[in-house]
Nanobody, 124 residues
Framework: QVQLVESGGGLVQPGGSLRLSCAGS????????IGWFRQAPEKEREGVAC???????IYYADSVKGRFTISRENANTVYLQMDTLRPEDTAVYYC??????????????????WGQGIQVTVSS
């Protein structure tokens, strides 16, 4: 069973950058749909960016297009580069994975493996 561990979160000023890492153990991640999700206080968990396991196609939420970049570094690590961060990006960020075919890897209901989450705070 693959396990996911996020790292790289923290406090950053508006306009700054952070890079989150999702490391998989127990098996390679390159056969999985991999997604980054976030949940702000009193809000629903939402998909931010993901990589499909069907064709490697990448998808982004409209709110992060042009600012965030998801990438697969190797078989076991996926990154989320976050630039031009805004206070509204503050949330707990989760890495998630699913080995089966899914209609949309940005839908949280489609993902069955989850990391523990990591806090990202954008504040001056």
């Amino acid at each position: 069973q693959v396990q996911l561990v996020e790292s790289g979160g923290g406090l950053v000023q508006p306009g700054g950058s952070l890079r989150l890492s999702c490391a998989g153990s127990g098996g390679p991640l390159n056969y999985y749909n991999i997604g980054w999700f976030r949940q702000a206080p009193e809000k629903e968990r939402e998909g931010v960016a993901c990589i499909s396991n069907v064709n490697g196609r990448i998808y982004y939420a409209d709110s992060v297009k042009g600012r965030f970049t998801i990438s697969r570094e190797n078989a076991n690590t996926v990154y989320l580069q976050m630039d031009t961060l805004r206070p509204e990006d503050t949330a707990v960020y989760y890495c998630a994975a699913e080995s089966r075919f899914v209609d949309s890897c940005l839908e949280k209901e489609a993902m069955t493996l989850w990391g523990q989450g990591i806090q990202v705070t954008v504040s001056s």
